[in-house]
């Protein structure tokens, strides 16, 4: 399980430590199967789940289907019926009984060439957060907002991100995201700001 979800999920009581995590453990995360749907796959479920946790689970179509009906049920962050099809026939062909096949280029990949967009796909930021309208955090228009005006905006909002917080927004902490370079978080910040 990703640390910046963990603080989030424990606040919901919906959070489990396993007892060989380790921060490094993440570095050691195996990656799924390439295949049509798997970078949608990996953002979505690895908000939760370290991709050994996808990759061990070997269910049929209709497992999966309850699985996944399951999870939203448990306040996994919304999908669209689309994706919630893309997630389902990914899994339920690349991790279903037996001999997975071979791995494909995802052909469903997002086309964006936003390298922010990129960013926060990568960075399961999307999870979380839309544009227009408030998941578990605020929606990046809402932060635009709230930041209008303030000439420090940039920086403190990357501070934020790298270091997480609680309490600007609610009471779910919005951990921290340490792998993003400095370029990177005034990138994302300077995105964020300009979402209007």
Not at 44 to 52: E, P, Q, R
Not at 102 to 123: E, I
């Amino acid at each position: 399980m990703k640390p910046r979800v963990l603080a989030a999920l424990a606040l919901a009581g919906l959070a489990f430590a396993p007892a060989a995590w380790t921060p490094g453990a993440l570095a050691e995360n195996k990656q799924l199967i390439s295949g049509p749907g798997s970078t949608l796959t990996n953002a979505k479920c690895t908000l939760c789940h370290d991709n050994d946790h996808i990759s061990r689970t070997r269910l049929t179509r209709p497992e999966w289907e309850e699985n996944l009906r399951n999870m939203q049920q448990r306040g996994m962050p919304p999908l669209t019926a689309d994706e919630a099809s893309t997630i389902l026939a990914y899994l339920s062909t690349y991790y279903a009984p037996g001999e997975p096949p071979a791995a494909t280029a995802d052909t469903l990949v997002a086309s964006t060439t936003d390298p922010v967009r990129k960013l926060l796909d990568a960075n399961a930021c999307l999870g979380c957060h839309a544009v227009d309208q408030k998941l578990v955090g605020p929606g990046f228009r809402e932060v635009a907002a709230k930041y209008a005006g303030d000439a420090g905006a940039t920086a403190r909002l990357a501070a934020e991100i790298r270091s997480g917080g609680k309490g600007s927004w609610g009471e779910i902490p919005m951990p921290g995201n340490s792998v993003l370079t400095d370029a990177e978080l005034a990138s994302i910040a300077g995105w964020v700001l300009g979402q209007k």
